[in-house]
């Protein structure tokens, strides 16, 4: 009796099961694919993913598992969660470099090869698991070749990206000030007041971060904080120097305090960053000893520090600094016909070089450069589609670019999460970058961006009367 009541029950749920989860399928593919209809939404994806595989790295590191044997012996000292760390991080890069090498030369979403970037999330998803499980057919002696000689040197190449793009933004971030500021409108004294507060701002807060950093890390026996605070403040004070200075003032008109203030922040961010993250065997970190919030740090700080690697994938490949453009910063302007007019220029080029005529004459915005709508005459069948997709007239960003650092933020994240890590007391999970060694790549990463930044000063002064000056 209980075997014949049990079967429209089990029915009913079998039917209602599949109705969800056909339902949720339906809207997790509806969602995928209306996120993908933009560049924006594309990386946000690709960034989404990265963040997962990192989640699920962490937990394995931290729980010292082989993921697809839960019951194999591990030892101590890690090893299962250290060589499933970098199977799961060298599957998803090679996905990534397979991605690159496909995406060679693609310039339009024309191309059928930009459907596999945009599109096929399923697909994309299924190789990524047959990778994992191929990887866990490695010999492991394969992957500590790999942990040295790939994801180390990898990782350095990504921190470098990520500091170009500080470099990059900071620039960006006052000239867009600047540029508002000039055109004496209604909207410029907000502008000014946003310069200024927003400069003030930084300086205060580096100002500040010196003097915990002074107070709380720098104890009489803890040489290594006092050398990195004494120094960053020194490279401080230089870098502010020098975007004052009336020479280079001279070369770049637009250098300036904003700037330098942006970077002296995130270097002396970074600076107090890599002493918050450092072990507490000589009594410097006090942080380390807060029990009560130390698991919730831990967390936080982990979280914090893969959303960081995430966007950063998503910001670089769409950068201008990495986007190898043409030295007046032309946009590309897509597939085009021949136009049988002036000089055989397409219609595309004819009306690009009419709004760059009208912007340099003052009648329009400079933001009408890169408003691709008159790149196209849609029909109204296709309008739809148009607001919908920014690539509709041009890729946005280089694809292969973009994939390769994926590829160099998935090796980051191995050696971040492998690299001399021992698990201590913290619970159940270990703390992402808790290392010397990290603490000594976040102090120098801030070294390298001041020397990044003082070039982008100083080249144009030192490189004046080389051309430099028509590609800055």
């Not at 075997?3 to 009913?12: E, K, L, N, Q, R």
């Not at 893969?306 to 990495?322: G, L, Q, V």
């Not at 961006?449 to 000063?457: E, K, P, S």
Request: aromatic letters at 12%; charged letters at 15%; a negative charge.
């Amino acid at each position: 009796m209980g075997a014949i009541i049990s079967i429209p029950i089990t029915m009913g749920t079998t039917f209602v099961a599949s109705c969800m989860g056909g339902c949720f399928s339906s809207l997790i593919s509806k969602t995928m694919t209306s996120m993908a209809s933009s560049s924006l939404g594309t990386r946000l994806l690709y960034a989404a993913a990265l963040l997962l595989n990192s989640l699920i790295s962490w937990v394995t590191m931290s729980t010292n598992k082989a993921l697809l044997w839960p019951d194999k012996s591990c030892t101590e000292t890690g090893e299962c969660g250290f060589f499933t760390v970098h199977r799961l991080n060298f599957a998803l890069g090679l996905l990534h470099l397979f991605l690159a090498a496909v995406m060679i030369g693609v310039k339009s979403t024309k191309d059928q090869r930009a459907a596999l970037q945009n599109s096929w999330w399923g697909l994309k998803f299924f190789v990524y698991i047959i990778l994992v499980i191929f990887s866990f057919f490695i010999s492991n002696n394969f992957f500590v070749f790999i942990s040295k000689w790939v994801s180390v040197p990898s990782g350095g190449i990504f921190i470098l990206v990520g500091l170009i793009l500080l470099v990059d933004f900071s620039h960006e971030w006052a000239e867009t000030c600047i540029y508002h500021v000039e055109l004496e409108d209604e909207h410029s004294d907000l502008w000014q007041r946003f310069l200024v507060i927003g400069t003030a701002g930084m300086y205060t807060g580096s100002i500040i971060m010196t003097a915990v950093m002074f107070i709380v890390f720098c104890k009489d026996q803890c040489n290594m904080n006092q050398s990195a605070v004494t120094i960053n403040l020194i490279l401080s004070l230089i870098t502010t120097f020098l975007s004052v200075s009336p020479k280079i003032q001279r070369a770049n008109p637009k250098s300036g305090l904003a700037q330098s203030s942006m970077v002296s922040v995130y270097c002396t961010y970074l600076t107090m960053s890599a002493m918050a993250s450092e072990p507490d065997d000589k009594l410097c970190n006090p942080l380390v000893r807060s029990n009560s919030t130390r698991n919730a740090s831990v967390i936080l700080g982990s979280l914090f520090t893969f959303i960081a690697i995430a966007y950063t994938t998503t910001r670089a490949a769409s950068n201008s600094a990495f986007q190898g453009t043409n030295r007046n910063g032309e946009i590309f302007l897509g597939d085009d016909v021949e136009y049988e007019g002036l000089e055989g220029q397409t219609r595309r080029q004819m009306r690009y070089e009419a709004i760059k005529q009208a912007v340099e004459e003052g009648s329009l915005p400079e933001s009408a450069l890169h408003d691709v709508t008159w790149m196209s005459e849609p029909t109204i069948s296709s309008t739809n589609h148009i607001a919908n997709d920014d690539e509709y007239s041009g890729t946005t960003y280089n694809y292969t670019l973009f994939h390769l650092i994926f590829f160099l933020a998935t090796q980051w994240i191995a050696s971040l999460l492998t690299v001399n890590v021992v698990k201590d007391d913290v619970g159940n999970f270990i703390p992402v970058g808790r290392t010397y060694f990290y603490s000594w790549v976040k102090i120098a990463s801030s070294w390298i961006c001041y020397a990044l930044f003082d070039w982008t000063l100083l080249a144009p002064v030192v490189l004046e009367g080389y051309g430099y000056e028509d590609y800055y």
